[in-house]
C-alpha cells in the first residue's frame, strides 16, 4: 500500500501552489494585471499580492511564455536552478527543494529572532537585579544654601546612611561649580539598598525644607542612572590628571589597601550592622546636638502588628514604617523607626531629634487604633532590650 504521509516538502509545495493559484500564468496576461508591473532595469516581470509581497516570474529557458512565480527575496535561488528548467526538469521536485530551503531558513530567522529575544530579556533582569542592588541615591534641585549636615538631617530619614571607613563621615558628595557655587546636586549612599528605594519614596518631588522656600521639588533617583550620567567628561579628565600627576611625582595613583586599612573597613562595616540591627542612626554624631536626652527623644510604640501576621505577609514591614512615619513626623523631624519583628506585643521604637517632638506625639497617638487595635505609646527608659528577630 502507497503511504499516505505528506512530506513537508510536498506541503510547501501546495501552499506555495495555493499562494499562487490566482496569479497570472502567461506573459501576455501580465499587462493587464493591475498588480503586475515590469521592472526597467531588471526586465522582468513583477507582481505585488494583497498580502504586500513582492513576487517574481521566473521564465521557463524552453516556453518563454510559462514559467513559475516566487518571491522576489528567492530569485538568487531560482537563478541556481535554471538548469532544472533547460534540462525540462522544472517540477514539483525543483520546487520542494527551493521550498525546503525557504523553510529552513525561515527557521533559522524565527530562531535568532527567539536567541536576541531571551538576551535582552537576560539584559533586563541583569540591569534590574543592579537596581536592586544600588545603594545610592542622586538628588538635584536642592538649596543652593544647604550643606551637608542638613542633607543627612533630611535623608536620614529613610535609613542608615553609610560612612566612609577612614573618616567616619557620612557618604555624602555635593557638587559644586568651578567658581565652588554648590549645584544643588548631591550623591548619598545609603547602608543598604533598601533604604535607596525608600528615599525615593519619601523624597522624590517634595520639598527639601517642607514649604520654607520656594527652590521646587527634589528629584531623588538610583544613582545607577543618574550619577553616571552625571558623572561628566571635565571629572573623569580630572581624576586622569591626579592619576598622572603622582606618576609623574613618583608614587602610585591609588594606594594599595593595607592590611590595617582592610581591618578598619571590616570593622566599620560591622559597627553598621550593629547600629541597624540596634536602630542606631543617630543624627547627633553629625550635627552639635545633646546625646544627653537622647531616650526621652525615644517613643516605644506597642500593638502595631502580630508576629502572625508579619509571617503571613513581609510586605508588611514597609507599610508599617510609613504609616508611622506619617502619624510622627507632624510633630517634629524623625531620624529612626525601628521594628522589633521578634516582640509578640508588635514593638516599634520611633527616635526624634527634640524631646518637644517625641512628648507631642506620644500625647497624640496613645490610645490610637491601629489595623482594628488600640496602640500604646510610652517613651523610652533606655533600659529594655528588644528582640529584632
Not at 513576487?55 to 529557458?61: G, I
Not at 541615591?137 to 544647604?146: A, G, K, R, W, Y
Not at 523631624?333 to 527616635?351: H, K, L, N, S
Request: net charge negative.
Amino acid at each position: 500500500m502507497a503511504s499516505t504521509n505528506i512530506s513537508s516538502a510536498e506541503q510547501n509545495v501546495a501552499s506555495t501552489a495555493h499562494s499562487t493559484e490566482s496569479f497570472p500564468k502567461t506573459r501576455n496576461l501580465f499587462p493587464s494585471d493591475e498588480r503586475c508591473y515590469l521592472s526597467l532595469d531588471e526586465q522582468e516581470w513583477h507582481l505585488e499580492d494583497e498580502m504586500g509581497n513582492d513576487w517574481t516570474f521566473v521564465m521557463n529557458p524552453q516556453d518563454r511564455e510559462h514559467g513559475i512565480w516566487t518571491l522576489t527575496s528567492q530569485v538568487e535561488e531560482a537563478a541556481r536552478n535554471a538548469a532544472s528548467f533547460a534540462a525540462g526538469a522544472w517540477t514539483a521536485e525543483a520546487v520542494a527543494r527551493m521550498e525546503a530551503a525557504r523553510a529552513e531558513r525561515n527557521e533559522k530567522r524565527r530562531q535568532d529572532e527567539e536567541l536576541e529575544r531571551e538576551e535582552a530579556a537576560q539584559r533586563q533582569r541583569r540591569e534590574e537585579d543592579e537596581r536592586n542592588q544600588t545603594r545610592a541615591i542622586f538628588v538635584t534641585n536642592l538649596p543652593l544654601d544647604t550643606d551637608s549636615a542638613e542633607i543627612y538631617n533630611v535623608f536620614c530619614r529613610a535609613g542608615l546612611i553609610d560612612e566612609s571607613w577612614d573618616t567616619d563621615a557620612p557618604r555624602i558628595k555635593m557638587y559644586f561649580h568651578e567658581n565652588g557655587e554648590f549645584k544643588g546636586e548631591a550623591l548619598i549612599v545609603y547602608f543598604e539598598p533598601a533604604y535607596a528605594r525608600r528615599a525615593i519614596r519619601l523624597f522624590h518631588k517634595t520639598d527639601f525644607r517642607k514649604g520654607m522656600d520656594d527652590d521646587g521639588d527634589m528629584t531623588v533617583e538610583l544613582a545607577d542612572s543618574a550619577y553616571k550620567e552625571h558623572d561628566t567628561n571635565a571629572e573623569r579628565a580630572a581624576d586622569e590628571q591626579a592619576a598622572q600627576q603622582a606618576t609623574q611625582q613618583g608614587r602610585p595613583p591609588r594606594r594599595r589597601l593595607t592590611e590595617s586599612d582592610k581591618a578598619k573597613i571590616k570593622a566599620k562595616k560591622e559597627e553598621m550592622t550593629k547600629r541597624k540591627d540596634w536602630g542606631i542612626d543617630e543624627v547627633e554624631e553629625h550635627t552639635d546636638r545633646d546625646t544627653s536626652n537622647k531616650w526621652e527623644r525615644m517613643l516605644v510604640v506597642k500593638g502595631m502588628f502580630t508576629p502572625e501576621k508579619l509571617a503571613s505577609d513581609p510586605s508588611l514591614l514597609e507599610d508599617i514604617r510609613e504609616d508611622l512615619m506619617d502619624m510622627c513626623e507632624k510633630f517634629g523631624q524623625v531620624t529612626a523607626i525601628v521594628i522589633w519583628e521578634g516582640e509578640p506585643a508588635g514593638v516599634v521604637t520611633v527616635r526624634f531629634t527634640t524631646v518637644e517632638a517625641a512628648v507631642a506625639c506620644q500625647k497624640a497617638i496613645n490610645g490610637k487604633g491601629y489595623d482594628g487595635v488600640d496602640i500604646f505609646v510610652r517613651h523610652s527608659d533606655g533600659l529594655e532590650k528588644f528582640k529584632r528577630r
